[in-house]
């Protein structure tokens, strides 16, 4: 398999949207019956594929995620079947829609990761990927990651909300959040992430792909 990256994969694939190192839409259908006849075509394509995506669906609303299990991120492989979903989608007449494509992902800032992270594991039954980062095993709830600290820090909350959004919705998302009340606290690691605080300084990072080390 060859990697590709998230830029590579925007360009190539223009009716997806790439939210940590995933492919995400969002997909309308006029039914539930309509939903239900695209899921079983997706089916079989991931079977004939070998690929395994995953899926959220309630009634007529589907959100599908092509994630690459390669630690080194999206493949060849994951671009091929996310064409070949295209493909169906356009033939099933199923609506496009990124305003609400995200990921959210808890971060607990710490000074001894090894230290905390079985706790962690345990309380939350999640399961360990190939980094420091938990996951869902059902893909349901929001994955749990670390952020090393190289000092205590008692000011300020050691425990934030990471909201992952696609490149061209991250405007819209901050502009709204400032609109209700929100602070922009800094841009300084932009265009990976800003560090937003809501009126009581509860903080929210508002991440994107970019500038992410590929």
């Not at 905390?116 to 039954?125: E, N, T, Y």
């Not at 938990?134 to 994955?143: C, E, F, G």
């Not at 490149?167 to 602070?183: L, N, P, Y």
């Amino acid at each position: 398999m060859t990697a590709i990256t998230s830029a590579d994969a925007e360009r190539t694939l223009p009716n997806w949207r790439v939210v940590e190192r995933g492919l995400e839409v969002d997909l309308k259908a006029k039914d539930f019956r309509q939903a239900f006849d695209f899921l079983t075509q997706i089916a079989e394509l991931a079977e004939t594929q070998q690929h395994h995506p995953d899926f959220n669906v309630r009634y007529n609303r589907i959100r599908m995620r092509v994630m690459s299990h390669d630690v080194n991120g999206l493949s060849d492989r994951d671009i091929t079947f996310a064409k070949a979903a295209d493909a169906l989608i356009d033939e099933a007449g199923l609506e496009r829609s990124f305003t609400n494509v995200q990921e959210l992902m808890i971060t607990i800032d710490t000074l001894d990761i090894a230290k905390i992270k079985p706790f962690w594991l345990a309380v939350l039954g999640y399961e360990q990927t190939h980094s420091d980062l938990l996951r869902d095993p059902n893909s349901t709830h929001p994955s749990v990651w670390f952020q090393p600290m190289g000092e205590p820090r008692n000011q300020r909350s050691r425990t934030h909300i990471d909201v992952l959004v696609p490149v061209d919705e991250r405007q819209a998302r901050m502009d709204a959040a400032i609109a209700a009340g929100g602070t922009l606290l800094t841009d300084e690691f932009a265009p990976s992430f800003w560090v937003l605080a809501d009126a009581e300084g509860n903080e929210a990072c508002l991440c994107t792909w970019e500038d992410r080390g590929e």
